[in-house]
C-alpha cells in the first residue's frame, strides 16, 4: 500500500504516520517492543529516524538492594520510506575491480556525457554554457533585470510545487534497521541540509552531535559540548543553542563554537499595564478551559464564570489584585491543585542567613544555646554547625556574645548577626557563662539551611520513642513526600529496621508527588522461601523485605500522593490507619504554559478512578481505620498521641500475629538409594 504524503513523524510506543492525502489518516508503524521518540525524516524522503529504547542489556545493579535498572536503553534506527531505498550501511565487497575494468568504465562514462548534449562542450567555453542554460530554462538573456523576475517567478513556483513524499506502509516497521552509533541517552533529533543527522545525546555533559550517514568511517562528531536546549531553523542551515547559560546561532556542522550570542540586554519595552492584565486574565481563563481534565468543568458555566470575574478588572490597581482575581476564580472548579502565584510583582531585597543549628533563648542579657540539632548517629549529612568542634569547645559553647568580632544585638533575633552569611566560615566569641570577659574565640562553618538537619532529628526523635516504648520491637519511618525526597527517606529508613517484629510508616504531613505503587512494593514483599549455608546465619527470599505487621499515620495535612499512598497501603492490605482523614486532592498537575509575566497557574488535568470504575477520594481524602485527634494542646511539648496509638497497635499486633520463620530443616539422609517421600 502507498500513501502520497506531505508530513509524518514518529511518537512514543507506536509511530503513526499522519497523512494529509486523501482523508487525513493515521497509520500505525512502530514500536511493539522498546519505545520509540524523537522522530524526523531525512529532507530528500528516503528515510524516517527516529530513537527506541530497546537496548535491554547491561543491567545496573542498586548499591542497596537487590534491584536493577537499565540504562542507556536508545538506539537510533532508520527506516526506508520505501522497499526500493537501499541501505547505505548493508554489506559491501572488498574486493577491487579488475584495472580493464575500471579504464572501460570511464570510457563509458565520458561517452554518455557527450551523448547527453548534441555534442561535446569546453567546460571552460563560459559562452557554451550560458547559450546551454538559456535553452534548458527557455529565458531569454535580452537583460539582466528580465532574467532576475524569470527566476524568482520560478522559485515562486518551486515553491508551491512541492514533491509529494511517497511511503510505502506495507511491512514498514520490518525494514528498520540500527544505526552504527553508540547506545544512550537523547533528547533531540533533526536533520540538517547536508542530511547528517544532528542529536542531543544526554549525560552528565549533555553533548550535541553529528552523524553522516553515507561516510564510510561511520564517526560521531561534536557540534557544541553542555548543550541544555537546540532548535534547527526550517533550511537546516543554522541551529539554535544554549549551553553554559548562553543563548546562540551556530552552523549545523561539526566544530562549532558559540560565539553568535543572541543579545537579551538590553531589551526593553514598554507595555501598558492594564491591557497586559487583561491578556493575562483571558490566558488564565483559556488554560482553565482547555487543559481542565474534565471537559464539562465540573459542570460550572465557565464563560459565566469569566464575566463575573472579568468585571472586577477595572477595580485592580497593582498586578497583585489582579493575581488575587485570577486567583478566586480558577477556585470556582471546585478541583484541588488550583494554585496561582508569581508574576511582575513587587517584592523588596533578601539576605541570606549562616544558620548553627541550634535554638537560642535569651538569658541574663545574652543569647544562650537552648537546643542543639543532630540527625541521627549514622546520618554524616545531617550535623549542626557546632559538631566539628572539640569537646573543649563544645562546652565553652553556651553563650554567644560576638560573630567575627561584631557584638550580637540582643534587640533583635539571634539570626540578624548572621546575615549575608550562608556557608561562611566565621569566628564567634562564646562563653560557658553569660560573662563577655571570660569569653573565648571558636572558628565555625556556617549551615545555609535548617531545613533538612531539624527534619532528620524530629525523625530520629520519634524513632528514638518508638524504639524506647517497644522495647526495640517496632520500627519507625516517616515519608515526607511521594517524590523523590520521599523515596530516598523511605529506601534509607527502610533497609536499617526490616528485621524489627513491626513498623510504623508515618505520611503525616506528606507533601505528594508521584503515585506511590513503588514504595508499596517495597513494603509489599511476601516471603517465598529460606536460603542456608553451613557457616552462616539463615536468611529469606527476598531478602530485602519486612515480614510483620505494619500501620501507617495519617493527617489533614497529607495530600495529592499522599492520599494515594495510604489509599494504596490499605488497597494492598498492608495494615490499619491510623490518625485523621488526609486532605482529598488527587487530581494532578502537570502541563500547561506559564503566564506571560511568568506567573505560573496549576491546572488539574489528570485524575484516576478505582478498578471499579468510580471516582474516589478528590475533596474528601482517605479516612483513618482508628481515628486518633492529631490535637495541638497535646503536640506542643512534644508528645504525639497518634504516634503512641501506632506504638500500641503494633504491640498488639505482635502479640496475635507475629512473624515467626520457618525452622532450618534437618540435613537429609542421602546415605541410600533415592530420595526420601518427605524430601521430594
Given at each position: 500500500m502507498?500513501?502520497?504524503?506531505?508530513?509524518?513523524?514518529?511518537i512514543?510506543?507506536?509511530?503513526?504516520?499522519?497523512?494529509?492525502?486523501?482523508f487525513?489518516?493515521?497509520?500505525?508503524?512502530?514500536?511493539?517492543l522498546?519505545?520509540?521518540?524523537?522522530?524526523?525524516?531525512?529532507?530528500?524522503?528516503?528515510?524516517?529516524?527516529?530513537?527506541?529504547?530497546?537496548?535491554?542489556?547491561?543491567?545496573?545493579?542498586?548499591?542497596?538492594?537487590?534491584?536493577?535498572?537499565?540504562?542507556?536503553?536508545?538506539?537510533?534506527?532508520?527506516?526506508?520510506?520505501?522497499?526500493?531505498?537501499?541501505?547505505?550501511?548493508?554489506?559491501?565487497?572488498?574486493?577491487?575491480?579488475?584495472?580493464?575494468?575500471?579504464?572501460?568504465?570511464?570510457?563509458?562514462d565520458?561517452?554518455?556525457?557527450?551523448?547527453?548534449?548534441?555534442?561535446?562542450?569546453?567546460p571552460?567555453?563560459?559562452?557554451?554554457?550560458?547559450s546551454?542554460?538559456?535553452?534548458?530554462?527557455?529565458?531569454?538573456?535580452?537583460?539582466?533585470?528580465?532574467?532576475?523576475?524569470?527566476?524568482?517567478?520560478?522559485?515562486?513556483?518551486?515553491k508551491?510545487?512541492?514533491?509529494?513524499?511517497?511511503?510505502?506502509?506495507?511491512?514498514m516497521?520490518?525494514?528498520?534497521?540500527?544505526?552504527?552509533?553508540?547506545?544512550?541517552?537523547?533528547?533531540?533529533?533533526?536533520?540538517?541540509?547536508?542530511?547528517?543527522?544532528?542529536?542531543?545525546r544526554?549525560?552528565?555533559?549533555?553533548?550535541?552531535?553529528?552523524?553522516?550517514?553515507?561516510?564510510?568511517?561511520?564517526?560521531?562528531?561534536?557540534?557544541?559540548?553542555?548543550?541544555?536546549?537546540?532548535?534547527?531553523?526550517?533550511?537546516?542551515?543554522?541551529?539554535?543553542?544554549?549551553?553554559?547559560?548562553?543563548?546562540?546561532?551556530?552552523?549545523?556542522?561539526?566544530d562549532?563554537?558559540?560565539?553568535?550570542?543572541?543579545?537579551?540586554?538590553?531589551?526593553?519595552?514598554?507595555?501598558?499595564?492594564?491591557?497586559?492584565?487583561?491578556?493575562?486574565?483571558?490566558?488564565?481563563?483559556?488554560?482553565?478551559?482547555?487543559?481542565?481534565y474534565d471537559?464539562?468543568?465540573?459542570?460550572?458555566?465557565?464563560?459565566?464564570?469569566?464575566?463575573?470575574?472579568?468585571?472586577?478588572?477595572?477595580?485592580?490597581?497593582s498586578?497583585?489584585?489582579?493575581?488575587?482575581?485570577?486567583?478566586?476564580?480558577?477556585?470556582?472548579v471546585?478541583a484541588?491543585?488550583?494554585?496561582?502565584?508569581?508574576?511582575?510583582?513587587?517584592?523588596?531585597?533578601?539576605?541570606?542567613?549562616?544558620?548553627?543549628?541550634v535554638?537560642?533563648?535569651?538569658?541574663?542579657?545574652?543569647?544562650?544555646?537552648?537546643?542543639?540539632?543532630?540527625?541521627?548517629?549514622?546520618?554524616?549529612?545531617?550535623?549542626?554547625?557546632?559538631?566539628?568542634?572539640?569537646?573543649?569547645?563544645?562546652?565553652?559553647?553556651?553563650?554567644?556574645?560576638?560573630?567575627?568580632?561584631?557584638?550580637?544585638?540582643?534587640s533583635?533575633?539571634?539570626?540578624?548577626a548572621?546575615?549575608?552569611?550562608?556557608?561562611?566560615?566565621?569566628?564567634?566569641?562564646?562563653?560557658?557563662?553569660?560573662d563577655p570577659?571570660?569569653a573565648?574565640?571558636?572558628?565555625?562553618?556556617?549551615?545555609?539551611?535548617?531545613?533538612?538537619?531539624r527534619?532528620?532529628?524530629?525523625?530520629?526523635?520519634?524513632?528514638?520513642?518508638?524504639?524506647?516504648?517497644?522495647?526495640?520491637?517496632?520500627?519507625?519511618i516517616?515519608?515526607?513526600?511521594?517524590?523523590?525526597?520521599?523515596?530516598?527517606?523511605?529506601?534509607?529508613?527502610?533497609?536499617?529496621?526490616?528485621?524489627?517484629?513491626?513498623?510504623?510508616?508515618?505520611?503525616?504531613?506528606?507533601?505528594?508527588?508521584?503515585?506511590?505503587?513503588r514504595?508499596?512494593?517495597?513494603?509489599?514483599?511476601?516471603?517465598?522461601?529460606?536460603?542456608?549455608?553451613r557457616?552462616?546465619?539463615?536468611?529469606?527470599?527476598p531478602?530485602?523485605?519486612?515480614?510483620g505487621?505494619?500501620c501507617?499515620m495519617?493527617?489533614?495535612?497529607?495530600?495529592?500522593?499522599g492520599?494515594?499512598?495510604?489509599?494504596?497501603?490499605?488497597?494492598?492490605?498492608?495494615?490499619?490507619?491510623?490518625?485523621?482523614?488526609?486532605?482529598?486532592?488527587?487530581?494532578?498537575?502537570?502541563?500547561?504554559?506559564?503566564?506571560i509575566?511568568?506567573?505560573?497557574?496549576t491546572?488539574?488535568?489528570?485524575?484516576?478512578?478505582?478498578?471499579?470504575?468510580?471516582?474516589?477520594?478528590?475533596?474528601?481524602?482517605?479516612?483513618?481505620?482508628?481515628?486518633?485527634?492529631?490535637?495541638?494542646?497535646?503536640?506542643?511539648?512534644?508528645?504525639?498521641?497518634?504516634?503512641?496509638?501506632?506504638?500500641?497497635?503494633?504491640?498488639d499486633e505482635?502479640?496475635?500475629?507475629?512473624?515467626?520463620?520457618?525452622?532450618?530443616?534437618?540435613?537429609?539422609?542421602?546415605?541410600g538409594?533415592?530420595?526420601?517421600?518427605?524430601?521430594?
Open positions: 502507498k500513501k502520497r504524503l506531505r508530513s509524518f513523524l514518529a512514543s510506543e507506536i509511530g503513526f504516520v499522519y497523512s494529509d492525502y486523501p487525513g489518516c493515521a497509520h500505525p508503524f512502530v514500536i511493539l522498546g519505545q520509540g521518540y524523537e522522530g524526523n525524516s531525512y529532507r530528500k524522503g528516503d528515510f524516517l529516524y527516529f530513537f527506541s529504547e530497546r537496548e535491554i542489556s547491561r543491567a545496573k545493579n542498586a548499591d542497596a538492594g537487590l534491584t536493577f535498572i537499565y540504562e542507556d536503553t536508545a538506539v537510533l534506527h532508520a527506516v526506508p520510506l520505501r522497499k526500493v531505498v537501499s541501505n547505505p550501511f548493508k554489506a559491501k565487497s572488498d574486493e577491487e575491480e579488475p584495472e580493464k575494468e575500471k579504464k572501460d568504465e570511464e570510457e563509458e565520458k561517452d554518455g556525457k557527450c551523448d547527453e548534449k548534441p555534442e561535446c562542450q569546453d571552460n567555453d563560459s559562452d557554451s554554457k550560458e546551454e542554460e538559456e535553452k534548458e530554462t527557455g529565458e531569454s538573456a535580452e537583460s539582466e533585470d528580465e532574467d532576475d523576475k524569470k527566476a524568482d517567478d520560478k522559485k515562486d513556483k518551486d508551491e510545487k512541492i514533491k509529494p513524499v511517497e511511503i510505502e506502509l506495507e511491512n516497521e520490518a525494514r528498520a534497521y540500527r544505526m552504527p552509533i553508540k547506545r544512550g541517552r537523547f533528547s533531540y533529533l533533526a536533520v540538517n541540509d547536508k542530511n547528517h543527522l544532528i542529536y542531543l544526554r549525560g552528565e555533559e549533555s553533548t550535541l552531535q553529528s552523524f553522516d550517514p553515507n561516510d564510510e568511517k561511520r564517526e560521531e562528531k561534536t557540534i557544541l559540548k553542555k548543550v541544555t536546549f537546540v532548535r534547527m531553523t526550517p533550511d537546516g542551515k543554522k541551529l539554535l543553542v544554549r549551553s553554559g547559560g548562553k543563548t546562540g546561532i551556530i552552523d549545523a556542522k561539526p562549532q563554537k558559540l560565539e553568535n550570542l543572541v543579545v537579551t540586554k538590553p531589551m526593553n519595552v514598554v507595555i501598558q499595564p492594564r491591557q497586559e492584565w487583561r491578556q493575562i486574565f483571558n490566558d488564565a481563563w483559556r488554560f482553565m478551559r482547555d487543559y481542565f471537559p464539562h468543568m465540573h459542570k460550572v458555566d465557565w464563560p459565566a464564570v469569566r464575566k463575573q470575574y472579568e468585571a472586577m478588572l477595572d477595580d485592580c490597581v498586578r497583585r489584585d489582579v493575581g488575587y482575581v485570577i486567583a478566586e476564580m480558577i477556585s470556582e471546585n484541588g491543585h488550583t494554585y496561582y502565584g508569581g508574576g511582575d510583582v513587587d517584592s523588596g531585597p533578601w539576605q541570606s542567613i549562616g544558620y548553627l543549628g535554638d537560642f533563648e535569651l538569658d541574663q542579657g545574652y543569647y544562650r544555646i537552648a537546643k542543639v540539632y543532630e540527625g541521627g548517629i549514622w546520618d554524616t549529612d545531617a550535623r549542626s554547625a557546632l559538631h566539628e568542634l572539640d569537646e573543649k569547645e563544645r562546652e565553652q559553647f553556651k553563650y554567644l556574645f560576638k560573630v567575627n568580632g561584631v557584638p550580637v544585638d540582643t533583635k533575633a539571634p539570626w540578624a548572621f546575615e549575608g552569611l550562608s556557608g561562611q566560615t566565621v569566628t564567634l566569641t562564646v562563653g560557658a557563662n553569660p570577659e571570660e573565648a574565640n571558636v572558628v565555625v562553618k556556617l549551615l545555609g539551611s535548617e531545613r533538612n538537619l527534619y532528620r532529628h524530629w525523625v530520629e526523635s520519634n524513632r528514638r520513642h518508638v524504639e524506647k516504648e517497644s522495647g526495640g520491637q517496632v520500627g519507625y516517616h515519608v515526607p513526600d511521594t517524590g523523590s525526597r520521599g523515596q530516598r527517606e523511605l529506601f534509607r529508613q527502610f533497609y536499617g529496621q526490616m528485621n524489627k517484629g513491626a513498623l510504623i510508616i508515618d505520611e503525616r504531613w506528606n507533601g505528594g508527588g508521584n503515585i506511590a505503587d514504595f508499596i512494593e517495597l513494603l509489599n514483599r511476601p516471603i517465598y522461601m529460606h536460603i542456608f549455608e557457616y552462616e546465619n539463615d536468611w529469606r527470599v531478602t530485602l523485605s519486612h515480614q505487621p505494619k501507617m495519617i493527617n489533614g495535612e497529607a495530600g495529592s500522593g492520599d494515594i499512598f495510604p489509599y494504596l497501603f490499605r488497597k494492598a492490605g498492608l495494615g490499619k490507619l491510623i490518625g485523621m482523614r488526609t486532605w482529598g486532592g488527587v487530581i494532578g498537575i502537570s502541563r500547561n504554559p506559564s503566564l509575566d511568568g506567573a505560573r497557574l491546572v488539574p488535568f489528570i485524575t484516576f478512578y478505582e478498578t471499579d470504575g468510580t471516582l474516589t477520594m478528590e475533596g474528601h481524602g482517605v479516612d483513618p481505620d482508628i481515628e486518633i485527634i492529631d490535637d495541638p494542646a497535646l503536640m506542643v511539648d512534644g508528645d504525639d498521641p497518634q504516634l503512641d496509638a501506632a506504638i500500641q497497635h503494633m504491640l505482635i502479640k496475635r500475629n507475629p512473624y515467626v520463620p520457618a525452622k532450618r530443616p534437618p540435613y537429609p539422609d542421602r546415605s538409594m533415592g530420595i526420601l517421600e518427605e524430601q521430594k
